[in-house]
């Protein structure tokens, strides 16, 4: 099948594995940029073309992986909008950021002959290097019929929500149950070890019962070991919590989980987990020297 040339914005720990993707499906039809530009030099070698600008990463669909819109939008320049407008991109914003946020980037690019599509990821790196990420998308039907042969490739639920915006609402729920299963698991497993129990033997249980979850599988090890390199950071879970407060105050939902979990995960920025996974939330219960 022919794919549409597509450039991929932002090559983190979500990014460099989409764009990996993408560049065994199809290596002449991928355009990569980063601010780093060293984090691209195995996909060049793989075949992609790398961009040495904004501009020079126009395509007809274009990725945003960076952490918000707003490391994007600092950057849209003139000469990249009228590059891109050009190419008659469509971009696809697939940060986890509010349905406003993509409302409003869309209605400052619509003058520059660029769409915005908004298709928010879960899934986490395992699902990036596997392709089976799930991928929530909001956008007019045309656009979204034109950027779909490439969510395929990355994706393994590729689901369009509805109008633009649609597919952030839907990330902003998934971030409550992540963060809220990762909040849990800290909570129950340090009430483990102050009882004495084995921790490795509990999580092994909770895995095998009602209370297993993709984000059990997923960050267990990190629980266990308290080892917190790559994955989500805990900085972006406050920020997707503030973003979902603000959706929950929008639609006048009498949220009674949220407001503890912000409190929770900025707790645990302020004592220095930012940057670190947001499995890190468990050292709220623990002793940091033990």
């Not at 949220?258 to 940057?275: R, Y």
């Not at 996974?277 to 468990?282: E, K, R, S």
Request: with cysteine; net charge negative; charged share 20%.
């Amino acid at each position: 099948m022919d794919h549409p040339r597509t450039a991929v914005l932002g090559l983190g720990p979500m990014g460099h594995p989409i764009a990996a993707n993408l560049v065994a499906a199809a290596p002449d039809s991928v355009v990569v940029w980063n601010r780093t530009p060293a984090r691209a030099d195995d996909l060049v070698a793989a075949g992609a073309r790398r961009a040495e600008t904004l501009a020079h990463a126009a395509a007809p669909v274009i990725l945003s992986v960076l952490p918000d819109v707003a490391q994007l939008r600092e950057r849209l320049d003139a000469e990249t909008r009228a590059a891109w407008g050009a190419a008659g991109a469509r971009l696809v914003i697939m940060s986890t950021t509010g349905p406003d946020t993509v409302r409003s980037l869309a209605d400052e690019l619509a003058a520059d002959g660029i769409s915005v599509v908004d298709a928010p990821m879960s899934g986490g790196i395992a699902g990036a290097d596997a392709g089976t990420l799930s991928i929530m998308i909001g956008g007019a039907e045309a656009d979204v019929t034109a950027v779909r042969p490439v969510l395929e490739i990355i994706g393994g639920a590729v689901e369009h929500l509805g109008p633009l915006g649609s597919g952030a609402v839907a990330k902003l729920c998934n971030q409550i149950v992540v963060g809220g299963t990762l909040a849990a698991l800290g909570e129950a497993l340090a009430l483990a070890r102050r009882s004495g129990l084995d921790a490795e033997q509990v999580v092994e249980l909770l895995g095998s019962g009602l209370a297993r979850s993709e984000v059990l599988s997923q960050k267990k090890q990190k629980l266990l070991s308290r080892e917190y390199s790559s994955g989500g950071s805990t900085i972006n879970q406050v920020k997707d919590l503030r973003y979902a407060t603000a959706a929950a105050d929008r639609a006048a939902l009498p949220a009674r989980l949220l407001p503890v979990l912000l409190e929770q995960f900025t707790e645990a920025v302020e004592q220095g987990h930012g940057d670190e996974d947001h499995a890190a939330i468990q050292e709220l219960y623990l002793d940091p020297e033990s």
